[in-house]
């Protein structure tokens, strides 16, 4: 499968920082091999789209996508932004359920099946994020965590026009990983990745071998390859290692590298 190597900036790259970040941001990369992903903080999209779209031969294609979405098309919800709002501003992706928006923000498991269901409805490509918390691991409680998390996602998917395995990606965010500088060993994502693909065939039957699972937490240029390279991971998701362009384009390098052997 194609690697897939993904950038969530968080509320990090106002539109000037962006402009930087692209234009020196140029791995040299077969595009066969790897997909890059940018999810900049929406009022930094337009620009970072059009830094790229600005930027003779920069050699990789990118794709776009939102950190966050509401499930209305449109009404009056003050400070909010819709997938089809998202999508006319270029966006073709949107992650749902990041773990910052459960535990910061208090997004249910519930509400992210809506977001998967209105990003599907609006023709973007949803980034389903999940993960456990450490208590929840030590507890022995991966696998159900997971299966509640995507269970909630497959519920809400026949609701969406459109919605088929092959259009959603899911990210495996163990909590305990995610800006800790902590990073679950290749061994351990393998499991849990097992684990996904495993809830996932339980969830959306033979579409499931195509849904491209990627890991996120405390992911940089020193750990990519290992990752990468362990089974099941199809790629990764950066935080903060993503906001330098040096380090991200080395992360994209190990891809390469890992999609070749
Ligand atoms: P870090 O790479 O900073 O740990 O963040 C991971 C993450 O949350 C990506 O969505």
Redesign the pocket.
């Known amino acids: 499968m194609t690697k897939v190597v993904a950038a969530?900036w968080?509320m990090h790259h106002g539109p000037k920082a962006a402009r930087q970040f692209f234009q020196r941001f140029r791995p040299e990369v077969d595009s066969r091999a790897v997909r890059i992903l940018f999810f900049p903080p929406d009022l930094s999209l337009a620009a970072s789209i059009g830094a790229v779209e600005g930027s003779a031969g920069s050699g990789a294609p990118v794709e776009f996508g939102v950190q966050n979405l509401h499930w209305e098309a449109s009404g009056a919800f003050t400070g909010e932004t819709s997938a089809e709002i998202a999508r006319d501003a270029g966006a073709t992706l949107a992650?749902v359920g990041?773990?910052?928006r459960r535990h910061v923000f208090g997004e249910t498991d519930e509400e992210t099946g809506r977001k998967v269901a209105a990003a599907v409805r609006a023709g973007l490509v949803p980034v389903v994020?999940v993960g456990e918390r450490l208590e929840e691991r030590r507890a022995g409680r991966l696998r159900e965590v997971l299966a509640r998390q995507l269970g909630a996602v497959a519920e809400a998917l026949p609701a969406a026009s459109g919605a088929d395995a092959a259009g959603f990606i899911v990210?495996y965010?163990p909590v305990w990983?995610?800006?800790?500088g902590e990073t679950a060993t290749p061994g351990d994502a393998a499991d849990a990745h097992a684990i996904v693909r495993d809830v996932l065939r339980d969830a959306v039957g033979d579409g499931a071998e195509t849904v491209p699972v990627l890991y996120?937490?405390?992911?940089g240029p020193r750990n990519a390859a290992a990752l990468m390279s362990a089974p099941g991971v199809d790629g990764v998701?950066?935080?903060?290692?993503?906001l330098d362009p040096a380090s991200f384009a080395e992360i994209v390098e190990a891809a390469c590298q890992a999609a070749a052997h």
Request: hydrophobic content about 35%.
């Open positions: 969530n968080k992650l990041h773990s910052e994020c990210a965010e990983a995610i800006g800790t996120g937490g405390s992911v998701l950066v935080g903060g290692a993503s």
